[in-house]
């Protein structure tokens, strides 16, 4: 209070009232709530509006189309393949297995001769020239025929070419045994009856060749087919033969030289009890 004493006081004035504002300032100045931000209550939040429930998406149920009932199918019967028409151990059956009571052929084309046959002894053996008696039941044609080659080829040949053809299978149908023959004549090497295979088709130049190929004086070129047209039946070949041919409609004339040499395909098949004619040349040189 030594400096109020000092300071000259003006008169006239309030003076005790001045003092005690500018006391209550100095209070307020020392007091801790000076300098503060006043706080005011923080107002409730509202909470946040909830969205209306969505349906979930509803997936369409997969369409199922009717199938129709499946079918089974019956296996077909294995097709005997007799050695007569085969020509290289490449195509040898290997697949059915051979068991007593079939019936199969067999030949050496070094030999050039006709096939022979032979049927499966109960044992399960069968007899072949040279080597003799050979196990062969539930072994193909193709295992007979390399087993046979090896043995041949030890003794006998320098190489042998083995035909194994299963021409019978035992326990089938009689009906699928039914032999049915095309007839050979003129000139080849052997006249006679030709068995077409079951279940398999024979053309000329096939046929031929099982009656040992042509004689040294054939017409190569004007083999006749004769086929016995029947009022149920008709030879397809012959109705595109010329207008002007003077041949019955039930023959046709087929160039077996060309098939031989692969240069035509006109190698009809054969049908039961047709006809096949090799004529002579008329100039032999």
Sequence with gaps: MAILREIPIPAGRNWPGIIFLALAGFVFLLSPAFGQTPSFPT????????????AAPVTPAPETKATAPIEEKTPALPIPVTASTLNSMDVLDDKIKLDSGDRISFRVIEDQDDAVQRIVTDSGEVDFPYVGRINVAGKTCSQVAWELKKLLEVDYYYKATVIIGLDV??????????????????QVKQVGPQEI?????????????????????????????????????????????????????????????????????????????????????????
């Design 169 to 186: 299978i035992h326990g089938q149908a009689e009906a699928d045994a039914t032999h049915n023959f095309v007839w050979v004549v003129g």
């Design 197 to 285: 295979p079951p279940r398999q088709p024979l053309t000329v130049s096939q046929a031929i060749v099982r009656a040992n190929g042509f004689a040294d004086f054939s017409d190569q070129r004007r083999v006749k087919l004769i086929h016995h047209v029947t009022s149920e039946t008709a030879n397809e070949a012959t109705r595109n033969a010329p207008a002007d041919s003077d041949l019955p409609k039930d023959v046709t004339i087929v160039d077996v030289k060309a098939v031989f040499d692969g240069k035509s395909d006109n190698d009809p098949v054969v049908q039961p009890n047709d006809m096949i004619v090799v004529p002579k040349r008329s100039i032999n040189f």
């Design 43 to 54: 107002p409730p939040s509202l909470p946040a509006p909830t969205p209306p429930p969505t």
